[in-house]
């Protein structure tokens, strides 16, 4: 039997969608290209559709980063990029992870496991639809559907 969702139960679902995005972070750092003429500490910024991230360069060998430390992981990205312009020759690039992951929070969040998919593709529809959510956040939620 299809345990289809009441309105009540979709705004439970988009209000834990919303506090997904609230609470998501920068969850990690890689290196593509250390660059050249860096010392350990020089600030790496972190832009995105969050607030308060920071990172700085943690190791460099030769001028080189190798590493890169989150020194605040922010909150509220959906999507971040590494800018490390501002310090050694600018040259260095890296990628950020940020932790979010609607459709496995979405899942654990659904105790029935039976139709799941159908019942979370509702919810996910809903939120796109009546939800005010940012580009960066309305693709996240689309990624998710693409993903049931």
């Keep these: 039997m299809q345990r289809n969702l009441n309105s009540r139960l979709?705004?439970?679902?988009?209000?834990?969608?919303l506090t997904q995005f609230k609470n998501s972070v920068v969850?990690?750092?890689?290196?593509t290209d250390g660059g050249?003429?860096?010392s350990v500490g020089d600030p790496v910024v972190i832009n995105g559709d969050g607030q308060g991230a920071t990172a700085e360069v943690a190791t460099e060998t030769g001028g080189v980063i190798?590493?890169?430390?989150?020194?605040n992981?922010?909150?509220?990205?959906?999507?971040?990029?590494?800018?490390?312009?501002?310090?050694?020759?600018g040259d260095a690039?890296?990628?950020?992870?940020?932790?979010?992951?609607?459709?496995?929070?979405?899942?654990?969040?659904?105790?029935?496991?039976?139709q799941q998919n159908e019942r979370l593709n509702q919810?996910?529809?809903?939120?796109?639809?009546s939800l005010a959510l940012t580009p960066e956040?309305?693709?996240a939620v689309q990624t998710a559907i693409d993903g049931l």
């Design 36 to 38: 050249s003429a860096y």
């Design 123 to 129: 919810v996910l529809v809903n939120a796109l639809l």
């Design 93 to 114: 690039t890296a990628t950020a992870t940020v932790s979010l992951d609607l459709l496995t929070d979405l899942t654990a969040f659904d105790v029935h496991a039976d």
């Design 27 to 31: 969850d990690s750092i890689t290196v």
């Design 137 to 139: 956040q309305a693709a």
């Design 66 to 71: 190798d590493t890169i430390t989150i020194t």
């Design 73 to 89: 992981a922010g909150s509220g990205y959906s999507v971040a990029t590494v800018d490390c312009s501002g310090s050694g020759n």
């Design 10 to 17: 979709v705004d439970r679902y988009c209000q834990n969608i």
